[in-house]
């Protein structure tokens, strides 16, 4: 069951602030309050969804296309496209989710360690 009062939930809302890199309609992608590179950036949907398989499985394609493409786009805005990045999804308790509401992590700006 989604919790609502997670808090990219409040983030979307707009009930917690958050340094925002893209916003539209459907996506969020916001700086990370605890950055664990030099860039490190959080997209979400703004679909109540848990996590990764929440979300692709139960949202249209054109939703769970978008995100991705956004993503991609967000990458071209932060300039990581040339040197590379990594993308994260945590999920569930042997990922170490901590926040119940699907999220990218995209890492770069430097030379990541494993
Ligand atoms: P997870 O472990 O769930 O994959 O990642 C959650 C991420 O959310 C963590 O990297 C954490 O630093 C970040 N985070 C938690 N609370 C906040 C917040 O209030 N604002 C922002 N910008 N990031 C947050």
Known sequence: MYDENNIFA??????????????DDAVLFFYDISPKAKIHVLGIPKNPCIDYAD???????????????KTEHVINILGLRKDGYRIVSNSGVNGCQEVPHF????????????
């Not at 983030?11 to 916003?23: H, L, N, Y």
């Not at 979300?55 to 493409?69: C, G």
């Not at 999220?103 to 494993?114: F, Y």
């Open 10 to 23: 409040k983030i979307i809302r707009g009930e917690i602030p958050c340094k925002k890199v893209f916003e």
């Open 55 to 69: 979300f692709v499985l139960n949202y249209d394609d054109q939703i769970v296309s978008n995100f991705f493409k």
């Open 103 to 114: 999220h990218i992590h995209i890492l770069g700006g430097e030379k990541l360690t494993l």
